[in-house]
C-alpha cells in the first residue's frame, strides 16, 4: 500500500508497559506541520475501515457524500463486512435553533440524509446523538405578550428541537442531553426541575441521561447538564449532577473492557484533562470550560473516570462553537508524566463537535461529526454543511485488544493559519516554559524581574501544587493534575509591564504540626519595578486562585431587569431621554463593576 508522506499526521503506536499494574499508552505526540511517515507508521495503516488501494477513492479528503459512502461500504467489505458489531452515529453540536431562520437546519437534513440510508442498508445499526443548547439564547419573536423572553429553554423551543431530530432521518432513533443554555426558560419555568421536567417531557426521556445500545458489545452515553438557575458561579458552566455521576460510574463498573464493552461518551462540554481546542477569552476566563468547572474534585473525576475504565473509546461534545478541521479538535490518550507525554487519557479518544448554523459558529466552520465503527475499531469523520454535505475521514482508531488501540490523524490541519487565533498554550511537564525551583526556593522570580508583555509564556507550581502561569498578559490557574486551564486570576490591565516572584511567607499551623506535616506558605506577588506597587495574589478560601465571581446569568438578567425599571421611572420622573436616562442611573454592588457576567470585566 502506497501512503502520501503529507497525510499521516500522527501516529499513535500502542505499546504494553508496566506502570505497577497498569497497562498504560506510549505515543509519539502530534505536531501541526507535515512529517516523514516513519516504518513503523506504514504497517499500522491497514485499518478495519481504510483501504486506498486499486484507486479507491481517498476519503481523507473532502468528498461527495455519495462517492464518499461507496468507498467506505467498499473498504469494509474488503476488510471483513458487516456484522453485528457495525455501526454508525450522526452527532450534531450546539443547534441554537432560531425558528425565524431554518435554512440551514433544512439542509443539514438533505446532508444527513444519504449516510444514514447507506448504514440502514448496510447494518441497520444507527442512532442520532444532540449534543444539547438545542434553542438561541436570545428573543425570537416567540412570545407576543413576552418580547423579553429567551427562547431557549422554553417549551416551544423543546417542542421546536423534538420535531427537528425527530424528523432529520425519520425512522433512525434519536438521543439528546442538555447543555448550559437548555434550562433558560426562567419566565416560564420557576426552578430548574420544573425546566428539567419539560425538556425531558418534550424530548420523550425518563431521566437526564442516557444509556443506548447500538450495537454488539457498544454503548452510547449521554449525561446532561441539570442546574442553571442554582448555578453557583457562571451559569454557562455545564454541570452534571452527582446523581449522574455516580449512576455512570456504575455502568462503568458494571460494563468492563476486559468483557469487551465499548463505550462512548456524549456531553455538551468536555472534561477536564480532554486537551481540546478552546478559546481563553471566553470559556477559560469565565470558568466554564470543562464539565463541572467550579468543581475541583468533580471537575476532575471525569478525567479519572476515563484513566480507570478503558472501555471508554471516545468522548463527544461540542460547547466551544469551534470546527473540526484543526487536529487538536480530536485529541488522543497519552500517559503519566512518568512514562512519556502528559497526562494520561486513559484509553480514550476526545472530539470536539462543530456547529450546523452559520450564526453560531465562531470561526466560519458548519460541520457535525460522523462516527462509524464494529468491533475492530471505529472512524471519526466531518460532515461539512458549509460544502453541501460532503464528507471527509478525519481519524482512525484500531483496537489492539480491548485495553489498547492505534489512532491516526488522516489529514493536515486544515486550519494551521488560524493557529494563534485560537489555540491556547497548555503546560506540559518539563516544557521549555516551565519555571523550576517556585515550590522549593525561598525566592523565586518568575519573570526574572522582566516585565510581563504579551509573548510572556511561563508556568510554575506553588509547594501547595497548584499551578500558575502567564499567557497572553494574563496570570491563569491550570489544574495540578491534567494542566488543563481553569480561570482567570489577573487581567492583562493588572499584570502587563510588571514582574512576577513567588516567595515564602511563613509555616502553616506550625506549632501544631511537625516535621514533613509542616506546609509551607507562599506568597505570589506582582510588582511595578518603576513604581514600586506591589500586589499580593491572595487565594480563595478554597485554596485555589482563579476567578469565581462570574455570575449566574439569572441573577444578571434580573439586574438588566431593575435596571430598566429604573430608566423608566427616571425618564416619567425627570422627563429625560432614554438616552440621558441610561446616563443617569448606576449600580453599586459587592466586588462587581457590571452586569455583563464576564470575568474580564469583573475585577
Same mark, same amino acid.
Given at each position: ?7 499521516? &499526521? ?9 506502570? =505497577? ?13 507535515? $512529517?516523514q ?17 486499486d ?6 479528503e ?16 474488503k ?33 444527513? %440524509?444519504?449516510?444514514?440510508d ?11 446523538v ?19 423572553e429567551?427562547? =431557549? ?34 419566565d ?16 420523550? #426521556? $425518563? ?7 447500538v ?28 446523581? &449522574? ?5 456504575? /455502568?462503568?463498573?458494571n ?8 463505550i ?30 467550579s ?11 476515563v ?8 468522548w ?41 448554523? #452559520? ?12 462516527l ?11 460532515v461539512?454543511? %458549509? ?25 493536515d ?18 516544557? &521549555? &516554559?516551565?519555571v $523550576?525551583?517556585?515550590d ?17 509564556k511561563?508556568w ?7 499551578? /500558575? ?6 496570570l ?10 481553569l ?16 516567595v ?5 499551623d ?8 509542616c506546609?509551607r ?7 511595578? /519595578?518603576e ?26 438578567m434580573q ?7 429604573a ?7 425627570a422627563?429625560?431621554?432614554? %438616552? ?12 462587581y463593576?457590571?452586569t ?8
Amino acid at each position: 500500500m502506497t501512503i502520501s508522506n503529507s497525510k499521516i &499526521q500522527l501516529s499513535l503506536a500502542i505499546t504494553v508497559m508496566m506502570l =505497577s499494574t497498569t497497562e498504560v499508552f506510549s505515543f509519539t505526540p502530534p505536531t501541526l506541520r507535515k $512529517r516523514q511517515v516513519s516504518l513503523r507508521t506504514e504497517t499500522m495503516l491497514s485499518t478495519p475501515f481504510f483501504d486506498k488501494s486499486d484507486g479507491m477513492t481517498d476519503r481523507s479528503e473532502l468528498v461527495e457524500a455519495e462517492q464518499w459512502l461507496d468507498a467506505a461500504v467498499s473498504s469494509t467489505l474488503k476488510t471483513g463486512g458487516f456484522d453485528e458489531s457495525s455501526f454508525l452515529v450522526g452527532i450534531l453540536g450546539d443547534l441554537h435553533i432560531d425558528p425565524r431562520k431554518m435554512e440551514d437546519y433544512e439542509d443539514g437534513k438533505k446532508d444527513w %440524509k444519504p449516510i444514514f440510508d447507506a448504514a440502514q442498508l448496510a447494518h441497520g445499526n444507527t442512532c442520532l446523538v444532540s449534543l444539547g443548547d438545542l434553542g438561541e439564547s436570545k428573543n425570537c419573536d416567540h412570545n407576543k405578550d413576552n418580547p423579553a423572553e429567551l427562547y =431557549s429553554g422554553t417549551t416551544l423551543c423543546h417542542e421546536v428541537a423534538a420535531d427537528f431530530l425527530s424528523n432529520l432521518a425519520p425512522g433512525i432513533p434519536y438521543e439528546v442531553i442538555g447543555g448550559n443554555h437548555d434550562l433558560e426558560g426562567i419566565d416560564e419555568f420557576a426552578t430548574d426541575e420544573e425546566n428539567l421536567e419539560a425538556f425531558m417531557k418534550a424530548h420523550g #426521556k $425518563r431521566r437526564p441521561q442516557f444509556c443506548h445500545q447500538v450495537a454488539d458489545k457498544t454503548l452510547l452515553v449521554g449525561l446532561g447538564s441539570t442546574v442553571f438557575r442554582d448555578a453557583p458561579y457562571t451559569s454557562h458552566e455545564v454541570i452534571i449532577d452527582q446523581a &449522574q455521576i455516580d449512576w455512570f460510574e456504575d /455502568l462503568l463498573k458494571n460494563h468492563p473492557a476486559d468483557e469487551d464493552w465499548k463505550i462512548f461518551v456524549f456531553t455538551h462540554a468536555p472534561p477536564n484533562g480532554s486537551g481540546l481546542r478552546i478559546i481563553q477569552e471566553n470559556h477559560v476566563v469565565n470558568g466554564c470550560c470543562w464539565l463541572n468547572h467550579s468543581d475541583e474534585s468533580q471537575c476532575r473525576k471525569f478525567i479519572e473516570l476515563v484513566r480507570e475504565h478503558r472501555s471508554i473509546k471516545a468522548w463527544f461534545s461540542g460547547h466551544f462553537h469551534l470546527g473540526q478541521d484543526y487536529q487538536d479538535s480530536i485529541t488522543f490518550p497519552t500517559i503519566p508524566v512518568e512514562e512519556g507525554p502528559y497526562p494520561n487519557r486513559g484509553s480514550c479518544v476526545f472530539a470536539q463537535t462543530s456547529v450546523i448554523g #452559520k450564526g453560531t459558529s465562531r470561526d466560519g466552520r458548519q460541520q457535525s461529526r460522523l462516527l462509524r465503527g464494529n468491533k475492530d475499531g471505529f472512524e471519526i469523520c466531518t460532515v461539512d454543511h %458549509k460544502e453541501g454535505g460532503k464528507i471527509r475521514l478525519d481519524a482512525t482508531i484500531t483496537y489492539s485488544d480491548n485495553s489498547h488501540a492505534v489512532g491516526i490523524y488522516m489529514h493536515d490541519d486544515a486550519a494551521y493559519e488560524h493557529d494563534n487565533y485560537f489555540k491556547v498554550y497548555q503546560p506540559v511537564e518539563g516544557d &521549555q &516554559q516551565y519555571v $523550576r525551583g517556585a515550590d522549593t526556593q525561598e525566592v523565586c522570580s518568575i519573570t526574572d524581574n522582566d516585565p510581563v508583555t504579551m509573548d510572556t509564556k511561563a508556568w510554575w507550581r506553588l509547594s501547595n501544587n497548584r499551578v /500558575l502561569g502567564v499567557l497572553n498578559g494574563m496570570l491563569l490557574e491550570y489544574d495540578q493534575s491534567t494542566l488543563a486551564p481553569l480561570g482567570l486570576v489577573l487581567t492583562k490591565e493588572e499584570l502587563l509591564g510588571k514582574s512576577i516572584t513567588v516567595v515564602d511567607s511563613g509555616i502553616a499551623d506550625s506549632d501544631d504540626m511537625e516535621g514533613d506535616e509542616c506546609e509551607r506558605e507562599q506568597a505570589v506577588l506582582v510588582h511595578d /519595578l518603576e513604581t514600586k506597587q506591589t500586589t499580593i495574589v491572595q487565594p480563595n478560601e478554597d485554596g485555589s486562585y482563579w476567578r469565581k465571581i462570574v455570575r449566574n446569568k439569572i441573577a444578571r438578567m434580573q439586574e438588566k431587569r431593575r435596571e430598566q425599571a429604573a430608566i423608566q421611572y427616571i425618564q416619567e420622573r425627570a422627563g429625560l431621554e432614554e %438616552k440621558e436616562a441610561k446616563k443617569a442611573i448606576q449600580s453599586t454592588w459587592g466586588p462587581y463593576t457590571t452586569t455583563s457576567g464576564n470575568a474580564l470585566q469583573s475585577a
